[in-house]
């Protein structure tokens, strides 16, 4: 048959988190330990790690600055496109 699954709960996943943290194990180190997966551990460390959650936040906003970067470089090239076409339509009628 097949097997069991076992089944974590929160404070359990935490506490591991939080340990290998602070020993400053690896995630392999962890594994071996405790007998699980790294596709068991790999959403505990998204989910409960301090550094990860950082990071992630920290690429949001940058992604989103990077948006906003971007939609006011275009506006500036349109506006020095109309200045450029103003520029030739009153400089053509001083000829």
Avoid: C
Wanted: proline share 2%; hydrophobic share 25%; glycine share 4%.
């Amino acid at each position: 048959m097949g097997d069991v699954r076992e089944r974590y709960t929160k404070e359990f996943k935490r506490k591991t988190i939080e340990h290998m943290e602070a020993t400053g194990k690896k995630p392999i180190d962890i594994q071996r330990e405790l007998g699980i997966s790294k596709s068991t551990l790999s959403p505990w460390i998204k989910q409960y790690g301090s550094n990860v959650t950082k990071e992630q936040t920290q690429v949001f906003v940058d992604y989103e600055r990077l948006k906003r970067l971007e939609q006011e470089y275009k506006d500036l090239q349109e506006e020095n496109e109309i200045l450029k076409k103003a520029m030739h339509f009153f400089t053509k009628d001083r000829d």
